[in-house]
């Protein structure tokens, strides 16, 4: 048995239509990669870990977050 998490960012999903533009924008500029992610791209990080190419691990929090904890400990 093994067991993983996946630690989304922020990811462009219906909640961000009552979302102002602005607000978007200073969300997709506070990750590394200065956009918001999609759902598939969190949806394969998931598929990966319940995978058998994931064999060896367990215990681990896959971070998918477009580099956004990275350029937050950066400041």
């Given at each position: 048995?093994?067991?993983?998490?996946?630690?989304p960012g922020?990811?462009?999903?219906?909640v961000w239509d009552t979302v102002s533009e602005e607000d978007r924008r200073l969300s997709a500029d506070a990750t590394a990669l200065r956009?918001?992610?999609?759902?598939?791209?969190?949806?394969?990080a998931v598929a990966f870990l319940a995978s058998s190419d994931a064999a060896y691990i367990t215990g681990t929090e896959l971070v998918v977050d477009g580099g956004w904890s990275v350029k937050k400990e950066s400041k």
């Open positions: 048995m093994r067991f993983n998490s996946v630690l922020p990811i462009l999903t219906e956009r918001l992610g999609a759902a598939d791209e969190v949806a394969s």
